[in-house]
T-cell receptor, first 116, second 116 residues
Framework: DTGVSQNPRHKITKRGQNVTFRCDPI?????LYWYRQTLGQGPEFLTY????????KSRLLSDRFSAERPKGSFSTLEIQRTEQGDSAMYLC??????????????FGEGSRLTVL | AQKVTQAQTEISVVEKEDVTLDCVYETRDTTYYLFWYKQPPSGELVFLIRRNSFDEQNEISGRYSWNFQKSTSSFNFTITASQVVDSAVYFC?????????????FGQGTRLTINP
């Protein structure tokens, strides 16, 4: 499968615990994005990387959230001291850089977080 | 600031009917991309189409067609002769065409149910 891969697909945790999600983008894509989607809403942008550089972060990304892409390939999204409001689907997407593609993002199936 | 509005929260039709999903957007940018994505129950957002703001030509792809009208800031999506497999949540999204602007702004989505 050469699509965007995310794991785990589902995570149930207790409030206050830390969780980490992983995203493996399409191999030739140098841009990687994280979005959050709550029930009945559209995805909201969190952050994006070009290669290993994190170029933009949304104000939605509080200090408890950190994203990395250490080697410019896979990325991790960590949430520390989880709160019930963090319960959502966390979507990863990847794309080619401008000029190399047409701007469309290719999404993974998401990691659903439930905080009890 | 950009905003995308999908006023129809849910639509339910009988198979073989035609159905139109509305999308209205707001942006101060003069050039931008518009997108439609499909989200089936599996959760993965599937790219359907991208349009440039300077290309108002409508597009048809099989049973799908898109009507872009810059004068009314609308980018509507029509499915002709709907099928049960078309059941999903559909999202309209917007992104400016300026360097560094990478985040897609999504509407809230329209849940489409095609009944047999």
């Amino acid at each position: 499968d050469t699509g965007v891969s995310q794991n785990p697909r589902h995570k149930i945790t207790k409030r206050g615990q830390n969780v980490t999600f992983r995203c493996d983008p399409i191999s030739e894509h140098n841009r990687l994005y994280w979005y959050r989607q709550t029930l009945g809403q559209g995805p909201e942008f969190l952050t994006y990387f070009q290669n290993e550089a994190q170029l933009e972060k949304s104000r939605l990304l509080s200090d408890r959230f950190s994203a990395e892409r250490p080697k410019g390939s896979f990325s991790t999204l960590e949430i520390q001291r989880t709160e019930q409001g963090d319960s959502a689907m966390y979507l990863c997407a990847s794309s080619l850089a401008p000029g190399q593609g047409h701007g469309e993002l290719f999404f993974g199936e998401g990691s659903r977080l439930t905080v009890l | 600031a950009q905003k995308v509005t999908q006023a129809q929260t849910e639509i339910s039709v009988v198979e073989k009917e035609d159905v139109t999903l509305d999308c209205v957007y707001e942006t101060r940018d003069t050039t931008y991309y518009l997108f439609w994505y499909k989200q089936p129950p599996s959760g993965e957002l599937v790219f359907l189409i991208r349009r440039n703001s300077f290309d108002e030509q409508n597009e048809i792809s099989g049973r799908y067609s898109w009507n872009f009208q810059k004068s009314t800031s609308s980018f509507n999506f029509t499915i002709t002769a709907s099928q049960v497999v078309d059941s999903a949540v559909y999202f309209c999204a917007l992104r400016p065409i300026i360097q560094g602007a990478q985040k897609l702004v999504f509407g809230q989505g329209t849940r489409l149910t095609i009944n047999p």
